[in-house]
């Protein structure tokens, strides 16, 4: 089953929405990283909610950006999405492991902290990128993407993200994600409409694992809801690293500190966080960089 993001409106087009099934990207991520269970779910979520926002960028150039920081053991989460969607994402400290809470779930709150922000930059192609921020509820990554897109855009939001994995092997069974909004002017009687169905929605990653579709569990989810589904996308784990961008970062660190890289080392290895690819540049090509930077 492909990964999917469907977009669409409820209630007579007054609410927008998003679901997504990325069971492939965050096993891609979990495979690249050597993600633990709890890295899996928590870099899961994150990555779940960054294509779903990629999904409604316009522009090849264009891209959306979000950093968790919390202060928890597992460090920085980065995501960033580009149109297609493709997105890429990292953490800090990607194969620590927590016991799991009492309840039996995956402790990513734990993981990610509570004592931190949430950074979200959104670059679309204009002179000055928008950044906004908002402070961590609880680390569990959907309520505090809900509290950014409240606190920081202004945009009273729904958020639900769900990776399930098996409890021994770590294998990802499912994972999806909804990002509902209501639209300006939406009445109050269908915000509440949306939020009876609260309970529900959580069900979602346990419906996909068990091989529902994602189509049909949104049609569901509403059977009331005048639901229009407008634009069926399919998320992909992509990084856009390249030996050209590498260059590009040893040329930016300076003449003088690139000089003494190849005094000191005769070589350099640069590594992307994000897919683990590995760039070995020799004396020769390191000396070509620095000429290049000296006649630009």
Do not use: W
């Amino acid at each position: 089953m492909n990964d999917t993001i469907l977009q669409g409106l409820l209630k007579h087009d007054t609410i927008r929405f998003a679901a997504i099934t990325g069971r492939e990207l965050v096993t891609e991520a979990q495979c690249i990283h050597a993600l633990s269970r709890t890295a899996t779910a928590a870099l899961g979520r994150e990555l779940l909610m960054v294509a779903m926002m990629a999904g409604q960028l316009k522009n090849d150039t264009d891209s959306v950006s979000a950093i968790l920081s919390g202060g928890g053991p597992g460090g920085n989460l980065v995501c960033v999405g580009r149109k297609g969607p493709f997105v890429k994402g990292c953490a800090g400290d990607p194969a620590y492991e927590l016991p799991p809470k009492g309840n039996g779930k995956l402790d990513v709150g734990g993981y990610v902290g509570q004592n931190g922000k949430l950074t979200v930059v959104r670059d679309l192609s204009l002179k000055e990128p928008y950044v906004g921020m908002c402070h961590l509820v609880s680390g569990e990554v959907a309520e505090d993407f809900a509290e950014y897109f409240t606190a920081s855009e202004q945009q009273p939001s729904l958020v639900y993200l769900g990776v399930r994995l098996e409890p021994l092997s770590g294998q990802v069974l499912g994972a999806g994600g909804l990002l509902i909004q209501p639209l300006p002017d939406c009445p109050a009687e269908h915000v509440d409409y949306v939020m009876t169905k609260a309970e529900a929605i959580p069900h979602l990653t346990e419906r996909l694992s068990e091989g529902e579709d994602l189509r049909d569990i949104v049609l569901s989810l509403f059977p009331e809801g005048d639901v229009s589904f407008t634009e069926e996308l399919h998320p992909a784990y992509r990084c856009d690293c390249s030996r050209e961008r590498m260059e590009r970062a040893l040329m930016s660190l300076g003449r003088e500190e690139l000089s003494e890289i190849i005094e000191e080392d005769g070589q350099a290895e640069l590594s992307c966080h994000f897919c683990n690819s590995r760039y070995t540049f020799t004396k020769a090509e390191l000396l070509a960089i620095l000429r290049e930077g000296a006649q630009a």
